[in-house]
């Protein structure tokens, strides 16, 4: 009789219900953060009031950190005070600590002298404390996930031997820390496969330094690939009849993008490139290294922004003449289409070229338009020359 009362039970929908709002109330996993900076075998059911007394006193939005991080407050073992003495000590004011920590609540896991260590590695690549301060608020989670913190020694010395500035190895660390966690061999080994690449594709050794520092400034990520990745990406590419220095070509105008697209994903963009605009392969070569973005985007977001011209009234022929117009996703192109036309632009007349290039310079280009358009026939305050 119990086990069929418990299946009944089991089976209704109060049981259900409630079932489910235990589960939406339980504690969230712990993040990839957490769980590199601490040791959760202090984990219990009930909020630490010495935790949440001490952030209230620091002027922390518990309810913040509750929404956000709410295992944070569960840990028997935090470091409250600790963190918000080595901030302070940096500079930060009670303010700005107190809207760390509610972006990034984990921080008060961290064992002191992990973060200490983590606060002497960016001062290697800072100039000041106030700009660390910055950095910090900006990108807690890469400041407090205190792992591998001797790769990254490593590789912050590496990067410096390399030529790379300390305020580019500052960026890496906030947008691209992952690379940092990498064993400095694997990054080592990347770099010379990059520079090997560089040189069997015609490149000079006087420029190698200069190609492969702006690489890497543009796209830390591509240390992230692996040799075989890259080697099987530019042997396809030669397949397909792309000579050495256009593979250079690609490789700078996608800013190394190029490494991380697979030869299926590679080919599938050029086979339903070269069907939409009807066009040799020859052909699709030229408008490949017109728009290396052809290779890079997929065929899904191609045949969108394609769709989206063509719904504006522009056809196929004029996209060939301008395909860097495909680098636009539809919403900008319609917006730059509809501004355009209140100065009398016809798309179906026009050239795409007008609406290309970056915010910046697609207002600077409408401006000259716009100037242009409004100009007199005539100069009114020049001096008339008439016969007496």
């Known amino acids: 009789m119990a086990g069929l009362f418990l299946k009944l039970l089991m089976r209704s929908q109060p049981f259900r219900l409630w079932c489910s709002r235990e589960m939406l109330s339980a504690p969230k996993y712990r993040p990839f953060l957490a769980c590199v ?16 007394e001490k952030l209230c006193k620091l002027s922390v939005d518990v309810r913040k950190v509750r929404r956000v991080r709410g295992w944070v407050l569960l840990e028997h073992e935090t470091y409250v005070e600790e963190i918000a003495s080595l901030l302070q000590q940096l500079g930060a004011d009670e303010t700005a600590i107190a809207r760390l920590l509610e972006r990034c609540p984990e921080a008060i896991v961290c064992s002191p002298a992990a973060v200490n260590t983590q606060r002497e590695l960016w001062q290697s690549v800072c100039k000041n404390e106030d700009e660390l301060v910055k950095l910090i608020e900006q990108f807690p989670e890469s400041f407090f996930t205190v792992k591998d913190q001797e790769n990254q020694k490593l590789n912050i010395q590496f990067f410096q031997e390399l030529g790379l500035k300390n305020v ?3 960026r890496f660390l906030t947008t691209a820390p992952s690379i940092f966690r990498n064993p400095v061999e694997n990054n080592k080994l ?3 496969l990059l520079q090997e690449s ?20 543009q796209n830390p990520f591509v240390l992230l690939n692996s040799s075989a990745a890259i080697k099987e990406t530019l042997a396809f590419l030669q397949e397909q009849g792309f000579t050495d220095s256009e593979i250079l070509q690609l ?12 030869p299926r994903s590679i080919q599938n963009s050029i086979s339903f490139s070269k069907n939409a605009f009807k066009c040799t392969d020859h052909d699709l070569k030229q408008l490949v290294l017109k728009c290396p973005a052809l290779l890079y985007y997929s065929v899904p977001v191609l045949e969108e ?12 022929a004029q996209i ?13 192109v319609q917006y730059r289409i509809r501004k355009l036309s209140s100065l009398g632009y016809r798309v179906k007349e026009g050239h795409l070229a007008d609406l290309n290039g970056t915010k910046k310079e ?3 280009n409408f401006g000259k338009i716009q100037a242009k358009k409004g100009r007199p026939l005539f100069n009114p305050v020049a001096p008339l020359h008439v016969d007496e």
């Not at 922004?305 to 196929?316: A, D, P, T």
């Open 37 to 52: 900076t601490y040791s959760t075998s202090n984990h219990s059911n009930k909020e630490n009031q010495s935790t949440v």
């Open 168 to 170: 580019v190895i500052g």
């Open 190 to 192: 990347m770099i010379r």
């Open 198 to 217: 560089y040189l069997n594709l015609g490149g000079s050794e006087a420029n190698i330094k200069v190609w492969l520092l702006k690489l890497l400034s």
């Open 251 to 262: 490789l700078s105008k996608l800013k190394g993008f190029l490494f991380q697209l697979g």
């Open 305 to 316: 922004r394609i769709q989206g011209l063509l719904k504006e009234g522009v056809s196929i």
């Open 320 to 332: 060939r003449e301008t395909p860097m117009v495909l680098e636009l996703t539809p919403q900008i």
């Open 362 to 364: 697609f207002e600077a």
